[in-house]
T-cell receptor, first 113, second 114 residues
Framework: DAGVIQSPRHEVTEMGQEVTLRCKPI?????LFWYRQTMMRGLELLIY????????DSGMPEDRFSAKMPNASFSTLKIQPSEPRDSAVYFC???????????FGSGTQLSVL | AQSVTQLGSHVSVSEGALVLLRCNYS??????LFWYVQYPNQGLQLLLK??????LVKGINGFEAEFKKSETSFHLTKPSAHMRDAAEYFC????????????FGTGTQLKVEL
């Protein structure tokens, strides 16, 4: 079991650029979550999907942020345009169901200059 | 709305000593409570979870936590610290039935000294 796979591990970009973060959940898991970790705000839930359908995106900070899950094995989180305050570690996590054990990926460290 | 408060952003213990990491919760409905551990440059890993069954919950790596409704607390303990326990620990809460829609505390960095 490869676990939740996120790419890239590190991303450095300039303000105004589009950033796409990718996530491959554990095979067979039906629920996928995107969390963001910053020093100032700690860990925050951005959005989560169940059976590829977005259930709650109330944590998405602005319209600049969007997330998709085109199939059960892939999700993206896009920021367009990016800003320095978006710098954070973005975690993807998956679970068999909404109440089942949550498995986190290793995260993407995003730096927006 | 629900929240958790972790008292002490940094805790230092000697190897072999008791580990006590504090977490208090606020929830208007019966909560589910969690402890996660994060090692450097890694994602979070579930240590244990309380879902209104037994109030004393045993987790991995020798950790346990006790749900105390009267104190609105869910403190994490381990009788004897090991060097490998050095990590950041997060308490989290969700509403019963809220699944993995978690609200996290600010974390406690545990340092284990020889």
């Amino acid at each position: 079991d490869a676990g939740v796979i996120q790419s890239p591990r590190h991303e450095v970009t300039e303000m105004g650029q589009e950033v796409t973060l990718r996530c491959k959940p554990i095979s067979g898991h039906n629920s996928l979550f995107w969390y963001r970790q910053t020093m100032m705000r700690g860990l925050e839930l951005l959005i989560y999907f169940n059976n590829n359908v977005p259930i709650d995106d109330s944590g998405m900070p602005e319209d600049r942020f969007s997330a998709k899950m085109p199939n059960a094995s892939f999700s993206t989180l896009k920021i367009q345009p990016s800003e320095p305050r978006d710098s954070a570690v973005y975690f993807c996590a998956s679970s068999l169901g909404l109440d089942e054990k949550l498995f986190f990926g290793s995260g993407t460290q995003l730096s927006v200059l | 709305a629900q929240s958790v408060t972790q008292l002490g952003s940094h805790v230092s213990v000697s190897e072999g000593a008791l580990v006590l990491l504090r977490c208090n919760y606020s929830s208007s409905v019966p909560p589910y409570l969690f402890w996660y551990v994060q090692y450097p440059n890694q994602g979070l890993q579930l240590l244990l979870k309380y879902t209104s069954a037994a109030t004393l919950v045993k987790g991995i790596n020798g950790f346990e936590a006790e749900f105390k409704k009267s104190e609105t607390s869910f403190h994490l303990t381990k009788p004897s610290a090991h060097m490998r326990d050095a990590a950041e620990y997060f308490c989290a809460v969700s509403e019963a039935g809220g699944g993995n829609k978690l609200t996290f505390g600010t974390g406690t960095q545990l340092k284990v000294e020889l």
